[in-house]
Nanobody, 124 residues
Framework: QVQLVELGGGLVQAGGSLRLSCAASGRTFSNYYMGWFRQAPGKEREFVAGISRKGIYTLYADSVQGRFTISRDNANNTVYLQMTSLKPEDTAVYFC?????????????????WGQGTQVTVSS
């Protein structure tokens, strides 16, 4: 089992920045892909960003490419999502997730462990 706890959500104005963090415990953190997902009201949960176990490979949804940056600190079992140039359409509950590493690019689905989510609200 992997336990995940997200921190850092809140209210921000459009154009602003916010950094989310996700602390992991329970298993060897560096053996997992880590991903960020989000779910807006009335919409399905969607992939935002993923990172390979050593941080060599990253993958982003087209909607956040160039604005969001995913990173990880394996020494401290934490993954981050730096969000800049935020837009009202980025408003959602953001979840971090973990999936056992098998090599290659981080996947956009099939994650096994999930955090409880943190609300991000971007005002116009």
């Amino acid at each position: 089992q992997v336990q995940l706890v997200e921190l850092g959500g809140g209210l921000v104005q459009a154009g602003g920045s916010l950094r989310l963090s996700c602390a992991a415990s329970g298993r060897t953190f560096s053996n997992y892909y880590m991903g960020w997902f989000r779910q807006a009201p009335g919409k399905e949960r969607e992939f935002v960003a993923g990172i390979s176990r050593k941080g060599i490979y990253t993958l982003y949804a087209d909607s956040v490419q160039g604005r969001f940056t995913i990173s990880r600190d394996n020494a401290n079992n934490t993954v981050y999502l730096q969000m800049t140039s935020l837009k009202p359409e980025d408003t959602a509950v953001y979840f971090c997730a973990a999936r056992p590493w098998v090599g290659g690019l981080p996947p956009q689905n099939g994650y096994d462990y999930w955090g409880q989510g943190t609300q991000v609200t971007v005002s116009s």
